[in-house]
């Protein structure tokens, strides 16, 4: 199996940065691609930043220009850097690792990590 662990969460004032990472371990062949999805109380978990067989990341709309995402592979991580933030970034955050064969999408979650933006 994969295991994918996240860590970096925390409270942080609007403006603020954090700094996520999520190392992957275990059976990493099972995965091609890392990205980063969160979820708001009340809410449908959506993408953040990934990786992705185009060969450059995708960014959700409401991330764009403050969130970057990076990845070591010698180290089987992937990083969220997250700029000027809001409290509309509340959520907890989800590493995802996944693998496309074919029409399917085989996808691995971690457990999640705690953002909250406020004053």
């Known amino acids: 199996q994969v295991q994918l662990v996240e860590s970096g969460g925390g409270l942080v004032q609007p403006g603020g940065s954090l700094k996520l990472a999520c190392v992957a371990s275990?059976?990493?062949?099972?995965?091609?691609?890392m990205g980063w999805y969160r979820q708001a109380p009340g809410k449908q978990r959506q993408l953040v930043a990934a990786f992705s067989s185009s060969g450059s990341p995708k960014y959700g709309d409401s991330v764009k220009g403050r969130f970057t995402i990076s990845e070591d592979n010698a180290k089987n991580t992937v990083y969220l850097h997250m700029n000027n933030l809001k409290p509309e970034d509340t959520a907890v955050y989800y590493c995802n690792g996944y693998k496309e064969v074919a029409a399917s999408r085989f996808d691995y979650w971690g457990q999640g990590t705690q953002v909250t933006v406020s004053s």
């Open positions: 275990g059976d990493i062949y099972r995965i091609d691609f």
